[in-house]
């Protein structure tokens, strides 16, 4: 299984950036899908996660400012930043936990990374 996330770039504060998130290879199933980020000199912390059945968990930070969304059919997950920060400045990862049999539990899988640099 592999995830490919695109999306980031360099954007002026307040403006606004679409992360995009494809998982490929031997899926059955995918549970929860999510965005991470990491800032430099700091841990990797929860941006957003939606659950298989649409339950969505935003880290209180970026609450009103992102949304998440994702693509059954696609195997995709989105994440919609508006009235972007500095302080959101890192490198962002998509998460997804995917089962790749009807016999196995989901795996966690981490795609590459893409960094969204906001400017002030």
């Known amino acids: 299984v592999q995830l490919q996330a695109s999306g980031g770039g360099l954007v002026q504060a307040g403006g606004s950036l679409r992360l995009s998130c494809v998982a490929s290879?031997?899926?059955?199933?995918?549970?929860?899908m999510g965005w991470y980020r990491r800032a430099p000199g700091k841990q990797r912390d929860l941006v957003a996660e939606?659950?298989?059945?649409?339950?969505?968990t935003y880290a209180d930070s970026v609450k009103g400012r992102v949304t998440i969304s994702r693509d059954h059919a696609k195997n995709m997950v989105y994440l919609q930043m508006n009235s972007l920060e500095p302080e959101d400045t890192a490198v962002y990862y998509c998460?997804?936990?995917?089962?790749?049999?009807?016999?196995?539990?989901?795996?966690?899988?981490w795609g590459q990374g893409t960094q969204v640099t906001v400017s002030s």
């Open positions: 939606i659950t298989s059945t649409g339950a969505i």
């Open positions: 998460k997804a936990a995917v089962a790749t049999s009807l016999y196995t539990s989901p795996n966690t899988y």
């Open positions: 290879g031997n899926i059955f199933r995918i549970k929860d």
